[in-house]
């Protein structure tokens, strides 16, 4: 049988693509190419994040309050290299920055509502601990 091995992208609607490109690009980084949207190489982000780094593909259940207050129908979740910095290029930009930051074992979590209303969730990873 035929397998998924990963997450090959994220694809979304919005009223205006270079707009909410340029936000994403002048706001977090998000190197945009030619197309539009953005690649991130496999080989080049395994370089940078830790061993404990890892993608999620998670259905959620329709009545779920996790993507609140956005009512998009998803939500994306991006690696950051610094949470609290992107953080607060987020809210500088003008996007609504939601909840309170989040410590996990595995890494720490903040929310922000993106100009199209899109909630996004940033991750910062730490490394695996040692066995």
């Not at 991130?40 to 779920?64: L, M, Q």
């Not at 129908?73 to 610094?82: A, G, K, S, T």
């Not at 969730?121 to 695996?128: D, G, H, M, R």
């Amino acid at each position: 049988m035929a397998k998924v091995v990963g997450l090959g992208g994220v694809f979304f609607r919005c009223d205006d693509n270079d707009k909410t490109g340029a936000w994403y690009r002048d706001t977090l980084g998000i190197a945009l190419q030619e197309y539009g949207g953005a690649s991130f190489k496999h080989a080049d982000v395994a370089k940078r994040w830790p061993a404990g780094a890892y993608t999620v593909w998670g259905p959620f259940a329709r009545d779920t309050t996790y993507f609140d207050p956005s009512t998009s129908e998803f939500m994306i979740n991006l690696m950051v290299d610094d949470l609290d910095g992107a953080l607060s290029q987020v809210a500088a930009a003008g996007g609504q920055v939601v909840g309170d930051v989040e410590s996990h074992d595995f890494g720490r979590f903040g929310w922000f509502v993106d100009p199209d209303g899109r909630k996004v969730e940033l991750w910062e990873p730490v490394a695996e601990p040692s066995s």
